[in-house]
C-alpha cells in the first residue's frame, strides 16, 4: 500500500514538472490560449458530468414515480377485491341464515301437524269408543226389553262400560294436557326430581374399584 501511493504521488510529480516545463517555454499568449483551452474543457466536462446525473435523476424519479402508480393500483385492487369478498360473505351468510330459518320453519311445521294429525286421531279413538258403548248399550237396552237381561244386570253392564268410558277419557285428557309433550307427540314431559341423577361419567367405575377407592363427595347442586 505504502509502494502504490510513492509511485501515485513521483507520478503526480512528474506530471506537474512536465507541465510546468512546457508552461516555461510558451509565450503569455500561448499560455492564455491554453488556458481557455482547459478552461473550456473543464466547464464541458462539468457540463456533461452535470447534464448526465441530471439524466439519471430524471430517469430514476420517473421510474419510482411508475413504481408507486403501480403500487397504487394494487393496493386500489385489494381494497376492490377485499370489497368483494366482503359483499359475497354478508351474501352468503344471509343466504344460509334464510336457508336455517326456512329449514327450522319446514322442522317445526312437520311437528305441528304430526302432533294435530295425532292429536285428531287420539279423538276419533275416544269417539269410536263412545260409538261402540253406545251400541253395546243399546243392544243391551234391547235385550232387557224383551226380557233376555234382567234390570240389574243392565244396570252392572252399563256401570262397568261408563266407567271403562270414563276412566278412558280421564286418563286421555291428563295424558294429553300435563304428561304428554307438547312439542313432539311420541314424547313425554318428566319433572326434574323423577330424572336421574347424572354420575357425570360416561363409563362409571365398577364395584371393584369403587370398593377400593375412597367415595367421593357428591356435586353440589348450584
Not at 181 to 210: A, H, M, V
Request: net charge neutral; aromatic share 12%.
Amino acid at each position: 500500500m505504502g509502494n502504490l501511493q510513492s509511485v501515485t504521488d513521483l507520478t503526480r510529480l512528474v506530471q506537474d514538472v512536465q507541465y510546468t516545463t512546457a508552461l516555461r517555454g510558451m509565450t503569455e499568449q500561448e499560455k492564455q490560449n491554453y488556458f481557455d483551452t482547459q478552461k473550456q474543457e473543464l466547464l464541458g466536462d462539468i457540463l456533461k458530468d452535470r447534464e448526465g446525473t441530471f439524466q439519471k435523476t430524471f430517469v430514476d424519479a420517473n421510474r419510482n414515480n411508475s413504481i408507486q402508480h403501480s403500487l397504487f393500483f394494487y393496493q386500489q385492487r385489494n381494497r376492490d377485491l377485499q370489497n368483494m369478498g366482503s359483499i359475497l360473505k354478508n351474501q352468503n351468510e344471509a343466504a344460509i341464515g334464510t336457508t336455517k330459518f326456512n329449514n327450522q320453519l319446514a322442522t317445526r311445521q312437520y311437528e305441528i301437524n304430526e302432533w294435530t294429525y295425532n292429536n285428531k286421531l287420539d279423538t276419533l279413538f275416544v269417539f269410536q269408543i263412545l260409538f261402540v258403548t253406545l251400541v253395546l248399550t243399546a243392544s243391551l237396552a234391547y235385550l232387557n226389553r224383551i226380557g233376555f237381561l234382567s234390570s240389574t244386570l243392565l244396570g252392572v253392564f252399563t256401570g262397568i262400560v261408563l266407567f271403562v268410558d270414563i276412566a278412558i277419557l280421564l286418563y286421555r285428557y291428563q295424558y294429553t294436557k300435563v304428561t304428554r309433550d307438547q312439542r313432539y307427540w311420541n314424547k313425554r314431559q318428566f319433572d326434574k326430581k323423577d330424572l336421574p341423577q347424572d354420575s357425570g361419567s360416561i363409563c362409571p367405575p365398577s364395584e371393584e374399584s369403587t370398593e377400593s377407592q375412597p367415595a367421593e363427595a357428591p356435586p353440589s347442586s348450584s
